[in-house]
């Protein structure tokens, strides 16, 4: 396989002296347990780490480097003496808990949709748009993981040529919808298999052998709120309030990954030479520049890249480009996004 220009926008090791204190929010869910995990993997001085779940899961211990933590339940919790707390549960449960962590004086990388477009709240994909975080904000809001693998891209490519128009067609993976909806696929899998009865509990179609075109609820628009996502929030992390972005999700039965099948036209006049070398620049990008070589979801799943593939000139547009992007949903799509922006908080703030 032929790629070129992997490189990470993390602290590596680090110059940070101070010891850090930690909660988890939706530590037992599938991000949750991500960022558990890449945070135990980290450089990060963490000296107590807490996890907040629901009441089901009070009580589980887990281990974290040299510690065991038992999870409390997140509706009783305080918060008092964490630094941060990292969020992975709905919108609704982010709007109850997140205000009472700020006002404990923690700061809150929450990965739930219910801050990401307030004008107070900083959406940060690292690559593209860190500065935008100051001291100030106590909440921070980590875009919906069919975003965070986009923008990086629109961004390269806006650099380049400025971004005329863009259309998305997203093929998403299960786990984007939780834990439920991966035992779902498997579950619906083998009874279609076995030509046994199966109820459904979480997608509104069959996903065994099927495509849903409609992620999350759909809105007065005709689009559904996953489209809504990518339009609104891509918009806002790119600084470009009236680009013209169009969006079509859609949930196949793959475990894990998400993929996007992105179409860009650009103002300027730009080779394609041009493209690859501004993608080859993307922290964290890893690209098939070959029109051969493409890379999948299962390729990227338990990885924490964005990999693009397939790119090459949309013949029928004056300056328009055809891209295929992917990455793991769970990983650079919710838990180590936030773990990036932790890394940097730590460096920056702490
Ligand atoms: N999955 C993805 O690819 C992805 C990507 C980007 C953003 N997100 C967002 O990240 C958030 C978490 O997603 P997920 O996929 O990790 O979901 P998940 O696997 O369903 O996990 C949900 C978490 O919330 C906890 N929870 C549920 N009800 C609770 C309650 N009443 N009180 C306290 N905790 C409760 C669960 O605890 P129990 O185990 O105790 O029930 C679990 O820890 C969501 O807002 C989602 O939209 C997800």
Redesign the pocket.
């Known amino acids: 396989m032929n790629y070129t220009g992997l490189r990470f926008e993390r602290c590596g090791e680090t110059t940070m002296t101070d010891a850090i204190r930690v909660g988890i929010?939706?530590?037992?869910?599938?991000?949750?347990?991500?960022m558990a995990s890449l945070l135990e993997s980290s450089s990060l001085p963490v000296s107590e780490l807490r996890l907040?779940?629901?009441?089901?899961?009070?009580g589980e211990r887990y281990a974290f480097r040299d510690l065991e933590v038992e999870?409390e339940?997140?509706?009783t919790a305080l918060f008092d003496g964490l630094d941060y707390i990292l969020?992975?549960?709905?919108?609704d449960?982010?709007e109850s808990?997140v205000p009472r962590a700020t006002a404990t004086g923690c700061r809150v990388i929450d990965?739930?949709?219910?801050f990401r477009m307030d004008d107070t709240v900083p959406l940060i994909v690292p690559e593209v748009n860190f500065a935008a975080v100051t001291d100030a904000h106590r909440i921070i809001a980590?875009?919906?993981?069919s975003t965070?693998q986009l923008v990086p891209v629109l961004n390269a490519l806006h650099e380049i040529g400025g971004l005329a128009r863009v259309v998305v067609s997203s093929y998403q993976?299960v786990?984007?919808?939780?834990?439920?909806?991966l035992d779902e696929l498997f579950e619906e899998t083998r009874a279609l298999m076995n030509q046994t009865e199966y109820q459904r509990d979480v997608f509104p179609a069959r996903i065994a052998f099927n495509c849903i075109p409609a992620i999350d609820t759909f809105l007065e628009n005709g689009y559904t709120k996953e489209e809504m996502k990518i339009i609104n929030e891509s918009r806002k992390i790119l600084g470009i309030p009236d680009l013209k972005i169009t969006a079509t999700c859609v949930r196949v039965p793959v475990f894990h990954g998400?993929a996007e099948s992105v179409n860009v036209s650009l103002e300027k006049e730009t080779s394609l030479p041009a493209v690859l070398e501004a993608l080859t620049n993307v922290p964290g990008l890893l690209l098939f520049p070959e029109s051969s070589a493409y890379p999948m979801q299962c390729d990227v799943a338990g990885q924490d890249h964005i990999a693009v593939g397939r790119v090459r000139r949309d013949e029928s547009l004056p300056c328009g480009y055809n891209l295929w992007v992917v990455a793991d949903?769970?990983r650079k799509?919710?838990?180590l996004n936030a773990i990036q922006i932790l890394e940097q908080l730590v460096r920056v703030v702490h």
């Not at 786990?175 to 909806?181: E, L, M, N, V, Y």
């Open positions: 929010a939706g530590a037992t869910g599938l991000v949750g347990e991500e907040f779940a629901s009441a089901d899961s009070a999870v339940e997140l509706g969020g992975a549960t709905s919108a449960l982010a808990y990965n739930s949709s219910r980590n875009p919906n993981c965070i993976a786990s984007g919808a939780g834990r439920d909806a998400h949903n769970v799509g919710a838990a």
